[in-house]
């Protein structure tokens, strides 16, 4: 799941596909791809709860007492139902990956640029494009918020960064995304709101594992994590299982 951009387009890369240092464990095996560690907040990743429609950057930490509260009051408002059977998913009954004509009006949709492009023009820095182009990210520098790694990265290098789905279109179509139309599908699949560009590897690490069964390595963001998936959870109406929303309160203190 990867890409960037929008009304806060900040700086980009090009990314391939799917979802790991210090004060930061694994709760699944596989580790991630990438450079050298980096803090977690680098100045330019925002909380998710400054960022309700996903078209700022990043995944900032939520340390607050007080935000931490809003959090978990967010959270409280998620519905919870057992997981569905995977019968009959596709990833093209989202539509085809990274396209640019959603038609429920999320941000970036119809602006010229594929999904993934503008994901990484709005979460990359140093961001260059290929040669002709102001939309293709040919090369850029990503502070992966999953696993605090600076990841430097390239086109011709493409599977180190990948665009996480946070709430995986597997699990939205065992939680109830099976029902939707194809045009709400193609919202989820496409919408900032749902996307952050992350190590390669650990994406894939995670699957479609829900919260209680997958935390990002870095314990820091886990509340924030937790936050965003509650935000697309919300504005979807699409519930959770009874463990991933007491795994998600837990993270921010609950």
């Known amino acids: ?13 090009v990314v391939v596909t799917v979802t790991g240092c210090q004060g930061m464990d694994v709760p ?5 791809s990438g450079s050298s560690a980096a803090g977690a907040g680098d100045g330019h990743a925002v909380s998710p709860l400054d960022n309700p429609d996903g078209t700022r950057p990043g995944l900032a930490p939520i340390t607050s007492d007080a935000d931490r ?5 967010l959270i409280g408002k998620v519905a919870t139902k057992g997981r569905g059977p995977k019968t009959g998913y596709a990833r093209d009954k989202f539509g085809y990956a990274w396209m640019d004509s959603a038609p429920g009006g999320i941000p970036y949709a ?7 492009n503008d994901l990484l023009k709005r979460d990359g820095q140093s961001v260059r494009f290929r040669s002709g182009s102001n939309c293709v990210v040919a090369s850029m520098t990503l502070h992966d918020p999953y696993t605090t790694k600076t990841i430097e990265w390239t086109k011709s290098r493409a599977t180190m960064v990948q665009i996480d789905h946070v709430m995986p279109l597997s699990y939205d179509w065992q939680m109830g995304a099976s029902r939707w139309t194809k045009d709400k599908r193609e919202d989820i699949a496409n919408d900032p709101l749902n996307l952050i ?29 937790s936050v965003r998936v509650a ?11 009874a463990a991933d929303k007491q795994m998600m309160l837990e993270q921010c203190g609950g």
């Open 231 to 241: 935000q697309v959870s919300l504005k979807y109406e699409l519930p959770v299982t």
């Open 69 to 73: 509260a809003r959090a978990r009051a």
């Open 28 to 32: 699944k095996a596989g580790s991630a």
């Open 1 to 13: 799941m990867v890409q960037l951009r929008g009304g806060v387009a900040v700086a980009a890369l």
């Open 197 to 225: 560009p992350v190590d390669g590897p650990t994406n894939g690490a995670k699957s479609d594992s829900g919260p209680a069964t997958w935390l990002p390595p870095n314990k820091q963001i886990r509340c924030s994590y």
């Open 110 to 116: 119809h602006n010229g640029c594929d999904t993934r």
